[in-house]
């Protein structure tokens, strides 16, 4: 590989950790209250896609051990986001589905971050706009297969 291939791989990994930091949902509304931080809003995504999740299929797709899922699936709960169910396949473990106030948390946040990227690429062409998509997307799903763990897409 050449310096200056490396060069755009040590760039790109630079500009992904700003991205990360820049889109990172933890941040105070206008109003003083918390918005959902990182781990509420990638678990409310995730359950909006694909529907109920126990916390054994929630450690599968996400990489995390149980007793992490745990501590975050209790603190939604505690919130009032999700609510413990029995398994609608008829299986013995519980799962977790999203609440009517949880998808008003998340619509509501979602609507601000896509707010945030309308203002940030104002001055962008819809063709720049598109391009950035479908490139974040084509990441996004390489990193997923390489993974083995693929996201839902609605």
């Known amino acids: 590989m050449s310096e200056v291939v490396a060069d755009r791989f040590r760039d790109i990994e630079f500009e992904t950790m700003l991205l990360g930091r820049h889109l990172s949902p933890v941040r105070r509304a206008a109003d003083g209250e918390s ?3 990182r781990s509420a ?3 409310l995504s995730r359950l909006q896609v694909q529907g109920p999740m126990s916390i054994g ?3 599968e797709a996400f990489g995390l051990d149980a007793s992490t899922l745990n501590r975050q699936t ?3 709960m505690r919130s009032g986001l999700v609510e413990r169910i029995p398994d609608p396949d008829g299986g013995l473990a519980r799962k977790f589905l999203i609440t009517e106030a949880g998808l008003k948390k998340l619509s509501a946040e979602r609507n601000s971050n896509v707010s945030g990227l309308q203002y940030v690429l104002e001055d962008w062409s ?3 706009v598109a391009a950035l998509a479908t490139m974040l997307a084509r990441f996004n799903e390489d ?3 390489r993974d083995g763990r693929p996201w839902p897409r609605p």
Do not use: C, G, V
Request: net charge negative; charged share 30%.
């Open 74 to 76: 209790a603190a939604m």
């Open 126 to 128: 819809a063709k720049d």
């Open 41 to 43: 809003y990638t678990l």
């Open 35 to 37: 918005n959902l931080d």
């Open 143 to 145: 990193i997923e297969k």
């Open 57 to 59: 299929q929630l450690s």
